[in-house]
């Protein structure tokens, strides 16, 4: 089974967003992966993704209250096989900390786009939009893999 991660800066907004919406996509197309996110920074560890975001994902339909902030480790690296960053920002972060066998692949979630921090912007459906994109395109692609 392949392992995915989303990872992001706080592991509050974007990348529990993503593993959420991403997990229900996949389920939807018969895809059996296991998922999972995480942050960066440790700012967060231990808890529920940020308020506004919760709530404008449960506007969507996914729920992500009982989702836990945690950051992302050198095992991480290892454990999963795509690792999904969300902004060039993230994705540097995690080529520095990869080990030279980590075996992950890293890559950004949208392609060549970042999903912008919603927790600078505020706009958290601009963000899930992106999201949503992004699940879509990964579920095509994995499925036909
Ligand atoms: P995220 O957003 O990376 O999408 O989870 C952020 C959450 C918290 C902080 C920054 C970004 N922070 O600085 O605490």
């Given at each position: 089974m392949q392992r995915i991660l989303f990872v992001c800066l706080g592991n509050i907004c974007r990348s529990p967003a993503a593993e959420a919406v991403f997990a229900s996509r996949s389920r939807?197309?018969?895809l059996a992966l296991a998922t999972d996110s995480a942050g960066t920074i440790?700012?967060?560890v231990g808890?529920?993704?940020y308020g506004p975001m919760i709530a404008a994902a449960a506007r969507r339909g996914y729920d992500l209250s009982a989702l836990r902030a945690r950051q992302v480790t050198l095992a991480d690296l290892a454990a999963f096989d795509l690792v999904f960053a969300m902004d060039r920002s993230n994705l540097a972060d995690l080529a520095a900390l990869r080990p030279a066998a980590g075996t992950a692949e890293l890559r950004l979630y949208l392609g060549q786009g970042e999903v912008p921090d919603p927790w600078y912007t505020r706009d958290f459906?601009?963000?899930l939009d992106?999201?949503?994109?992004g699940a879509?395109?990964?579920v095509a692609r994995l499925g036909t893999t």
């Open positions: 939807a197309a018969g440790g700012w967060h808890e529920p993704p459906d601009a963000a992106l999201i949503e994109e879509d395109r990964l």
